[in-house]
């Protein structure tokens, strides 16, 4: 099982045809280094499609979902990244609205 301490909602749309390399790159603008143990979320401009990247402490993992139907819940582009609980990422995962989950229901916006 991968560890995971933290995870990151980007909320700016990424090229689903890009690679672990370009999703890195993302990450290292936005946060000068991916951190062991986190978790950083990508979405397409459509949100139907989104991809995790996940440095385990001793390489990065990149992995892809997508939907056939309908799209995930988003934040705008525009709006703070949010971080998200673990119970948060399950359901955002399988397409449940994450906003509504988690203690109070409250995510924290940095």
Excluded: S
């Amino acid at each position: 099982m991968i560890r995971i301490d933290q995870i990151w909602l980007a909320v700016e749309p990424m090229d689903m045809r890009a690679g672990t390399e370009t999703a890195l790159a993302r990450v290292v603008k936005g946060f000068g280094a991916a951190q062991p143990h986190h978790a950083y979320l990508f979405a397409n401009r459509r949100t139907n499609r989104i991809k995790v990247l996940v440095h385990d402490g001793i390489g990065i993992w990149l992995a892809a979902r997508r939907l056939n139907k309908g799209g995930f819940t988003w934040p705008r582009l525009g709006t703070p990244d949010v971080p998200l609980t673990d119970e948060q990422l399950q359901a955002l995962v399988i397409g449940l609205p994450w906003q509504r989950i988690g203690p109070g229901g409250i995510i924290d916006v940095l």
